[in-house]
């Protein structure tokens, strides 16, 4: 049974940082390109992130470029996501999300599996 699970969350204020974790289990974590997505209140879930499965090639969505880095480290089965310079309008749920994928280039992502989610709330 595939399980993504999600942590870090938290209540930050603007400006602040967080760093997201996502361990997985029950898959070969490396043939998976991993990635998140968020889901603010009355909004549609949207793309965040991706990193491909060797962990080269990333794409972002224009909002958070240059705040927000993905990573991942393969021997712990575990996806990172650092977001810095957090604005309010990071506020939403966050979700980890697995893609098999073993293309080189990614350019978004079409999860087989899906995290919890963890709450990511920035004040103003």
């Known amino acids: 049974q595939v399980q993504l699970v999600e942590s870090g969350g938290g209540l930050v204020q603007a400006g602040g940082s967080l760093r997201l974790s996502c361990a997985a289990s029950?898959?070969?974590?490396?043939?998976?390109?991993m990635g998140w997505f968020r889901q603010a209140p009355g909004k549609e879930r949207e793309f965040v992130v991706g990193l491909s499965w060797k962990g080269i090639s990333t794409s972002y969505v224009d909002s958070v470029k240059g705040r927000f880095t993905i990573s991942r480290d393969n021997a712990k089965n575990t996806v990172y996501l650092q977001m810095n310079s957090l604005k309010p309008e990071d506020t939403a749920v966050y979700y980890c999300?697995?893609?098999?994928?073993?293309?080189?280039?990614?350019?978004?992502?079409?999860?087989?599996?899906w995290g919890q989610g963890t709450q990511v709330t920035v004040s103003s």
């Open positions: 999300a697995a893609e098999r994928n073993l293309r080189p280039r990614l350019t978004t992502l079409l999860p087989d599996y």
């Open positions: 029950g898959l070969t974590f490396s043939n998976y390109a």
